[in-house]
Structure formats: C-alpha cells, structure tokens
C-alpha cells in the first residue's frame, strides 16, 4: 500500500509559509484596507463624563462599532463609522467648552455686578 495523499496535496499545516496562514476560523478578504481607522473611543468617553453627556453616548455608540465593522470586512462601514464618532465627539466637546466658558462668565458677571450694586447703597 503506497502512500495515500495524493501528490499535489501538502500534508496538514505545509498548506503555506509560516505567517500567511490564516488563523482558524477567520476569513482574508480581499484588497489592501491598510489600519483601521481611529475609534474615538476614549475621547467620547471623556466627552461624556466632563462635557456633553447625550453627544458622548452617541460617540460611544458609533466608536463601539467601529473595531467591530473592521473586523467583519466591513472597511466603508468601520470609516464611516468613525467619522460619525469623531464629529459626535467634537461637537460634544465644544458644547462642553461652549456651557463651561459661559458658566464661569455669567458668574463673573454676577459678581462685578453684585460689587457694583453694593457701593450704591
């Protein structure tokens, strides 16, 4: 009895070079996508605990999904997806800088203004 395989058959794990091989279970999609793109996520985390929390939790919401989107071959959805995370983060962030500026102000104001009113009684 000769040998079974038949000859243009590699044995188990001869299939290609070390370092092509694919892990088990994951597919190789085709083109070259380059990195992921940027997630946003620890900005619109930020964003939500110190500016704008409904904005945050959008931009929380869209950087979640973009690993994600990446991973599944999904390169348009996972851009997109961080773009939509990143311009959610960014408004967040300068309403955030917007209310604390005109907090302080309005407070600033109030105070000259109650100094004021105090020399004219």
Known sequence: MDDQTPQDQKPFGQQQPFGQQQPFGQQQFGGNHGPAPKNWLVESILVTLFCCLPLG???I???ASVNSKYAMG???GAQAASQAAGKWTKIGFFIG???YVLYILFFVVLGFGGAMMSDYR
């Open 97 to 99: 800088i917007g209310v």
């Open 57 to 59: 939790i959008v931009g």
């Open 61 to 63: 919401v869209n950087a």
């Open 74 to 76: 999904d390169f348009a």
